[in-house]
């Protein structure tokens, strides 16, 4: 017998292995931060000696979700203002909100908020972009949640700095304090082609090369982006990155909803990887991502919820499913992005895209132990002929029970064990108090 | 004081009435099955003595939902076949498993298990189309739960009716059998245009007129669909409707996924209604229903869930969710379907479609006491702006807290008082057990 930390014995384990959709009556052996093995529980009981022996005989065990694009801290303005039009939104209300009252505290407050509800609903990992990144990064540290901290930057001044040196100055001292982080790891995000010149982007280019960290950028969200660049600069934003060298596999190409035949052709030889976020860009009515040509193309497409104040919530069950019901009304093709499509979405593409997918994504042995409970037991997941197709089309967020991260357990039965729930939300009601009070 | 049964004390109170979006601190005073006051908590305290008096401190209370098109007892099919186009799905997977499995107990099991689902969801009125339409009215009865039970009538034999001569009349007997029932009501539901004959659809709107009930039909669900009954007609269907007399306040098209200009104006100046069902047109790839221009043309628009084998849930919180965020994407417009008009599509225009607004849909002296309450105090809605914004895009269906229908408190604290849901799940595990071992 061999002693673990952990053992896990699932009903049904969804690896999201090539060729394993679904395993019956399987366990996850854990030790320390690491998956060492997913076999039989009848052979899992023989073969470990664990020093905790969990049974989940009504759930569903699968790698932790990754929200591959998100702006966590802007939870504090989830719900402040909706059913505007995009440019009215940021200019009359986004923007000046963000520049009356963002600063170190808001940063904190609203990623513990959006911290709690990720973990609530079963993702484990989130790439952010957003201003005080280093609050960003130490806020997910402890709260024991893996996240790619943004460095972001954009040419005009803000609160965290005031032209792209400073951007780029402060995001590389972010990068080198968390070098080496378990959880914590850095990519460059650049916010738009519209927002960032192209010296800037030159210099970024060649940092994440020499830093060996991707780059997240908002491309293509609205047909108007592309019409004012081309009016400004005689290209689409995509040439224009592309001549800059940035269209790689280094790149996350976020949104996308705006997509020329020969463009699907650059991202797919290119090795980019492009982040969906379906919701976001439906309630911003930025354009439809068609993301059913984009994947018989061979391109990695990730999945991501935007920021609570345009989605509103930052759930990836709900993202995964709305992203499999779009792209069959996009399509025109009911068999478009299927649930088992959806889940890699939301899981290794993810991890693909971040340049992670050797430490997570799946459940395989060597990978981080971050894993997902789903609680078929339910009503609303009642008959249960395919689990995959529940866990995309039928599942609550609720029925997230049980999350580890690196092999620790950060909710039990529903219970952040490292986050104090009461008082985040007790911090976001001031926040909201002031906010809302203008 | 005036004594009466129950007081419910709201922290916010969505009455669904015009001009009261949302009011503070007010209470709901009911006796028997009615509202008798909707009133500042203050002056309920200081009318009314209730036998039971509850506080929701972090709530809002709002009409219950009305899910104006579902075929409830199908929650039994739910997942059993995904990811398949329309007519593939129909014929060699939906058909077949119901020409194999549908007899009475099929549908009290799967309208059981559908009744429970919506309780927990917060409908409190459904409008159903399907097989023996006796046996829903009485599970429905018999759970406490208000429906609209659709006589379905269909040109080819099933388990329910031989020809429509049969079901025509087997359906009269059902509306017989239920004529003043507090609870059930009835509306004939031929299947659609291409099923069913020009002499029954005459005959239909007789009797509907006589009987003075509604008439509920599925109208341009596919494209396909208008270009066999143009090849087959001559026209397209709704035409055809219009020349049959059934294009009037009586009748609920429901899904509409192909609408020209001129049917537009039709569907306006007739007084017809639309039954929006957004997620099940999605997953089927069926076409997108043009929300905005029917909403600016002044057409009452009333949203269902369709069946849970193509959706796969009967959750109204969501499908309110997906038409506000669809309705955006596809009229390329983000101020399309504000959160207020999704929250009518859900409660008063469902009322209205279904002939009940004077009995249902808002909360207003005299009306029936459908109340549900919605639990805000979660991290998923933190902070709070505006509870309007996030009944329709933040919050989950597990947060519906307590469900009143004609004043009978269904659902305490999360547990259904006239169900038993272990029973059901275990009547619907062995069915799924047979239909999924074929």
Redesign the interface.
């Known amino acids: 017998m061999t002693t673990i930390d952990t053992l896990l014995h699932g009903r049904w384990i969804i690896p999201m292995t090539e060729g394993d959709p679904c395993l019956d009556h399987h366990s996850i052996a854990i030790h320390e931060d690491r998956i060492v093995a997913v076999v039989p529980t009848e052979q899992a009981n023989s073969t470990y000696r664990a020093a905790v022996e969990r049974d989940f005989n009504e759930h569903a065990l699968m790698p932790g979700l990754i929200n591959a694009h998100t702006h966590a801290a802007m939870s ?1 303005f ?3 203002s ?5 440019m009215d ?1 940021l200019q009359n209300h986004i923007w000046p909100a963000e520049s009356k009252w963002v600063n170190e505290d808001f940063v904190l407050c609203g990623t513990e ?1 959006a911290i ?2 990720m973990l ?1 609903s079963g993702t484990t990992c989130f790439n952010d972009m957003y201003f005080f990144p280093d609050i960003t990064a130490r806020a997910a540290k402890n709260a024991g949640i893996r996240a790619c901290v943004g460095l972001i930057v954009i040419d005009f001044p803000t609160v965290w700095a005031s032209d792209a040196t400073e951007y780029i100055d402060k995001g590389i001292a972010v990068h080198d304090s968390f070098r080496g982080d378990e959880l914590i790891t850095t990519c460059f995000s650049p916010h738009a082609p519209y927002t960032v010149s192209d010296q800037s982007l030159e210099t970024i280019r060649s940092l994440a090369h020499e830093m060996d960290i991707p780059i997240t950028m908002h491309v293509h969200e609205t047909a108007h982006e592309i019409v004012q660049a081309v009016e400004k600069t005689g290209t689409r934003p995509l040439y224009r990155l592309h001549e800059l060298g940035l269209v790689s596999p280094s790149l996350l190409a976020v949104h996308m909803t705006q997509v020329e035949h020969d463009e699907i052709e650059m991202l797919a030889s290119s090795g980019c990887h492009v982040v969906h976020c379906p ?1 976001s ?5 930025s ?2 991502c068609p993301v059913a040509e984009l994947y018989k193309s061979g391109i990695n497409i990730a999945l991501g919820t935007d920021g609570a104040a345009s ?3 930052l ?1 990836m069950l ?1 993202e995964m499913r ?1 992203a499999a ?2 792209a ?2 996009v ?6 992005l ?2 088992s499509s959806a889940l890699r979405m939301a899981t290794i593409n993810g991890a693909r895209a971040l340049g992670m997918d050797e430490r997570i994504g799946s459940l395989e042995i060597g990978k981080q132990a971050d894993v997902i409970a789903i609680n078929m037991d339910r ?2 997941t ?5 689990p995959v ?2 866990l995309v ?2 599942c ?3 029925q997230i029970s049980d999350v580890w991260i690196a092999g620790r357990h950060v909710m039990k039965n529903r219970v952040l064990t490292g986050l104090d ?1 009461a008082s ?2 007790q911090q ?2 001031q ?2 108090r002031k ?2 009070s203008e």
């Open positions: 504090l989830r719900g402040l909706d059913d505007i039009a995009l939104w908020l709690a509800e609530r919701e860009n439906l309630k911003l009515a354009g439809f989605n509103n919530d759930d709900g709305s019901l779009l069959k009304g399509a025109e093709d009911p068999t478009a299927p649930a009503i609303e009642t008959p249960l002929y395919d197709s529940h089309y039928s609550g967020r609720d729930e985040i939300r976001a009601l926040w909201s906010i809302g």
